[in-house]
């Protein structure tokens, strides 16, 4: 049962970091579909690192990875004001691709010095707390959830809409990159192509699921946790087949979209803002 | 400095834009080219070699095939504004449904239309499915679609793995052999299933006739450029919707049809029966602008970046991934393109 709790946070703690990065964008009304991708690239970029210097740096490879290519969907979906979610998409393709191919090196190399995942996922859980406060004790959050509701007005209050906009995206993937990190340097701790194994897709979903609420994601992220943790516990010692076992996060990121799908999203989500429109 | 909209971009300037994204696109893949350790140049020669020889040009074709069916779908899916980006699932249940019909049923000489039927009409349940989510509870479809590529893909790994693995294969997961009434014929040696390829023109051609000659079309075209008309106009949305979803998961699943009966004459490893054609058909419906007609043009162009992509994984050992890599920096090209060149850079705020 204790341990059942245990793997169920270590488990659950980079979908919460994605889902955190994932969401603080989503308050500031950008849509970043590209977190699969962008977890595969800072989980590559931490290793490389990690095993030439050292595990800090590599932690900090990992989060400005996260951060380039989340300012990199950024000159798509708030500059250029392309089609956010095709530019997501876009980017979580890159990301994955980009990921298999230049970690093919890195391919089954055993990494010397790991890094512990309890005080990671203590960090995550603090990280939860101190974005909620952001969003609500502070200033910038407030500006920021004005610009996800209401870009328009927030422009004419001075707010620097676009702005707000990188700021919240930016440091929403260096969350993910964290998250990418953890999973390559702490949770498993090798490099494998396709490693993130969906889990930036679940991140995605856990955020309309915490109906946009840092506190939720956390309780929601240690949910699938524990989901995931019964997945590898119940395979084999039940007569069902372990590819179900394997369905099952998809399956229930669908039931979760079924329940939630007209959950209250940010009112400005996915709309590129267009000053004078 | 900010942008502004530019409601009227002239011909240079679209020109311009779309020629420096994609030169951007490709600085950027020759980068990461480099990165990997190979020449950019010699990767960029080998990526267009398929051209060269009649050989490379049969590859081409073999990966238009499904890219033509499953890219006539989603033009039309994408003009009313349903994302599906599920179209390797449906492709896969495709697949799944013409294996059932090449295994099971006594071989005949319906079995080929049998497997196209069940076929389509399972990528069309696993696309309709997404859309009813949508229509009834608002769940949004990109997120769904992809899910269920994920569900497909396990189904498919359980059936080769379990229940229909073959009875004469040994340590490999696949099922027997289809009997020859399940196989299609292909063009001399090459892998051209030309029946595939002749019902992907078809579709692509009837669907553009449809869009553009028929009062249903027209409402189609209603619904996607201005959904708040088209309620004016009573139409049924959520109808709508579902039938363009059903439509191209009905196409998805001919693709999947045909790749197994077609190339493969068994079910096999779901990597191996789709080599990411559904993610890359999207790039084949955006390339067409929701012109169903013009993906006669844009699927052989991507599946050349395919055939390209298996001749740089040939010649340098490099993991197929690269698709990935030139299908993102290609998409982000384009609607990169379309965005600036819609508006104009204004130098003083």
């Known amino acids: 049962m204790e341990e059942a709790l245990v793997r169920a946070v270590l488990f659950g703690t980079p979908i919460l970091l994605a889902a955190l990065g994932a969401l603080l964008a989503e308050r500031s009304g950008?849509?970043?579909?590209?977190?699969?991708?962008?977890?595969?690239?800072?989980?590559?970029?931490?290793?490389?690192?990690?095993?030439?210097?050292?595990?800090?740096?590599?932690?900090?490879?990992?989060?400005?990875?996260?951060?380039?290519?989340?300012?990199?969907?950024?000159?798509?979906?708030?500059?250029?004001?392309?089609?956010?979610?095709?530019?997501?998409?876009?980017?979580?393709?890159?990301?994955?691709?980009?990921?298999?191919?230049?970690?093919?090196r890195y391919e089954g190399v055993p990494l010397q010095k790991v890094l512990p995942e309890a005080p990671l996922a203590l960090l995550a859980l603090l990280l939860a707390l101190v974005l909620h406060l952001l969003l609500y004790r502070s200033r910038f959050g407030?500006?920021?959830?004005?610009?996800?509701?209401?870009?328009?007005?927030?422009?004419?209050?001075?707010?620097?809409?676009?702005?707000?906009?990188?700021?919240?995206?930016?440091?929403?993937?260096?969350?993910?990159?964290l998250g990418g990190a953890y999973l390559s340097l702490a949770y498993r701790p090798s490099w494998t192509d396709g490693m993130t194994a969906g889990l930036g897709w679940v991140a995605i979903a856990l955020v309309i699921l915490a109906a946009w609420?840092?506190?939720?994601?956390?309780?929601?992220?240690?949910?699938?946790?524990?989901?995931?943790?019964?997945?590898?516990?119940?395979?084999g010692s039940v007569p069902i087949p372990s590819e179900a076992f394997a369905a099952m996060p998809y399956l229930l990121v669908i039931l979760v979209l079924a329940l939630s799908g007209r959950s209250r999203a940010p009112k400005a989500l996915g709309q590129p803002f267009e000053r004078g429109r | 400095m900010r942008l502004e909209l530019d409601p009227a971009p002239s011909p240079t300037k679209v020109a311009l834009s779309y020629g420096a994204f994609l030169l951007l696109a490709l600085f950027l893949l020759g980068f990461l080219f480099?990165?990997?350790?190979?020449?950019?140049?010699?990767?960029?020669?080998?990526?267009?070699?398929?051209?060269?020889?009649?050989?490379?040009?049969?590859?081409?074709?073999?990966?238009?095939?499904?890219?033509?069916?499953?890219?006539?779908?989603?033009s039309l899916a994408f003009r009313v504004g349903f994302f599906n980006i599920g179209a390797e699932g449906?492709?896969?249940?495709?697949?799944?449904?013409?294996?059932?019909v090449a295994l099971f049923l006594p071989p005949g000489p319906y079995t080929l239309l049998l497997m196209f039927l069940l076929g389509g009409a399972l990528g069309a349940l696993w696309a309709g499915f997404a859309a009813w989510l949508r229509v009834r509870f608002g769940a949004s479809e990109i997120l769904t679609t992809l899910m269920q590529?994920?569900?497909?893909?396990?189904?498919?790994?359980?059936?080769?793995?379990?229940?229909?693995?073959?009875?004469?294969?040994?340590?490999?997961?696949?099922?027997?052999?289809?009997?020859?009434?399940?196989?299609?014929?292909?063009?001399?040696?090459?892998?051209?299933?030309?029946?595939?390829?002749?019902?992907?023109v078809g579709a692509a051609l009837l669907l553009h006739l449809l869009l553009f000659r028929t009062p249903w079309g027209f409402s189609l075209r209603v619904l996607g450029e201005n959904p708040q008309a088209a309620r004016y106009l009573g139409l049924k949305e959520g109808r709508l919707t579902l039938l363009v979803a059903l439509a191209s998961g009905f196409l998805a699943g001919?693709?999947?049809?045909?790749?197994?009966?077609?190339?493969?004459?068994?079910?096999?490893?779901?990597?191996?029966?789709?080599?990411?054609?559904?993610?890359?058909?999207?790039?084949?419906?955006?390339?067409?602008?929701?012109?169903?007609?013009?993906?006669?043009?844009?699927?052989?162009?991507?599946?050349?970046?395919?055939?390209?992509?298996?001749?740089?994984?040939?010649?340098?050992?490099?993991?197929?991934?690269?698709?990935?890599?030139?299908?993102?920096?290609?998409?982000?090209?384009?609607?990169?393109?379309?965005?600036?060149?819609?508006?104009?850079?204004?130098?003083?705020?």
């Open chain 2, 90 to 100: 449906q492709l896969l249940m495709g697949a799944v449904g013409a294996a059932y």
């Open chain 2, 34 to 74: 480099l990165a990997y350790g190979v020449s950019p140049l010699r990767a960029y020669g080998l990526l267009l070699s398929p051209l060269l020889d009649p050989l490379g040009l049969a590859e081409v074709a073999r990966r238009a095939i499904p890219l033509l069916l499953i890219g006539a779908g989603l």
């Open chain 2, 149 to 200: 590529n994920y569900l497909a893909y396990y189904l498919v790994v359980y059936l080769v793995a379990g229940p229909w693995k073959g009875q004469f294969v040994f340590g490999f997961l696949y099922t027997d052999r289809f009997p020859e009434v399940a196989r299609l014929p292909r063009l001399g040696d090459t892998l051209v299933h030309w029946p595939t390829l002749l019902l992907g």
């Open chain 2, 254 to 349: 001919f693709a999947g049809v045909g790749e197994v009966a077609g190339i493969h004459g068994r079910l096999l490893e779901p990597a191996q029966i789709s080599l990411g054609y559904g993610f890359t058909a999207i790039l084949v419906a955006w390339l067409a602008r929701g012109r169903p007609g013009l993906t006669l043009l844009t699927a052989p162009l991507l599946g050349l970046i395919l055939a390209g992509g298996d001749a740089l994984k040939l010649a340098f050992s490099m993991p197929f991934r690269v698709v990935d890599v030139v299908a993102g920096l290609l998409l982000l090209a384009l609607i990169g393109a379309e965005a600036a060149s819609r508006h104009r850079l204004i130098w003083r705020r």
């Open chain 1, 213 to 235: 609420e840092p506190l939720r994601a956390v309780c929601g992220a240690y949910l699938f946790g524990l989901l995931f943790f019964l997945q590898f516990r119940l395979q």
């Open chain 1, 142 to 177: 407030l500006y920021l959830r004005s610009v996800g509701e209401n870009p328009k007005a927030a422009d004419l209050f001075g707010v620097n809409v676009e702005g707000v906009r990188y700021l919240a995206l930016g440091l929403g993937g260096g969350l993910i990159g």
């Open chain 1, 30 to 104: 950008v849509v970043n579909l590209g977190v699969e991708g962008i977890m595969a690239l800072s989980a590559l970029a931490a290793f490389a690192v990690a095993l030439d210097v050292g595990p800090f740096l590599g932690v900090v490879a990992g989060v400005g990875a996260g951060v380039a290519l989340a300012l990199f969907l950024g000159l798509f979906a708030i500059t250029l004001r392309a089609n956010p979610f095709v530019a997501g998409l876009a980017v979580a393709a890159l990301g994955l691709g980009a990921s298999g191919m230049l970690g093919k």
